[in-house]
């Protein structure tokens, strides 16, 4: 019982130290966490990436677009390669505009690529 109360406690304090020092998770341990099975951590980890347009996310996205079975995730995993701007994304991308079985996500793909073009 004290192990685990160690455990515990040495768990929180390593929390506090990261916030305390604004600590980032590297981006490839979010690239890891993209085969995790929680959906959370999952989309979670591809809007950082995302969001700090991480280039070595560019291909770990593009693979789990094809095989990503929650409609959200694929719409938010198109918003991330679309946020990064890597153009070996939009192939994919348009696969996904046409053969998505999800309407939503065929529509919304389809402005990502349009924006995409623009840029």
């Not at 719409?75 to 309407?103: C, F, H, M, R, T």
Request: glycine share 4%; net charge positive.
């Amino acid at each position: 019982m004290k192990s685990v109360i160690l455990i515990l406690t040495l768990n929180l304090l390593f929390a506090f130290i990261c916030l305390a020092e604004d600590y980032q998770v590297p981006d490839s341990t979010l690239v890891h966490y993209l085969e995790h099975k929680n959906d959370g951590l999952r989309s979670s980890a591809v809007q950082l990436l995302g969001e700090r347009k991480s280039n070595i996310a560019v291909e770990p996205l593009i693979q789990l677009l094809t095989t990503e079975k929650h409609a959200g995730i694929r719409i938010i995993i198109s918003l991330a390669l679309w946020k990064i701007g890597d153009a070996k994304a939009l192939p994919v991308l348009q696969n996904l505009a046409k053969e998505d079985k999800d309407n939503m996500v065929r529509k919304v793909v389809k402005s990502i690529i349009t924006r995409m073009q623009k840029k």
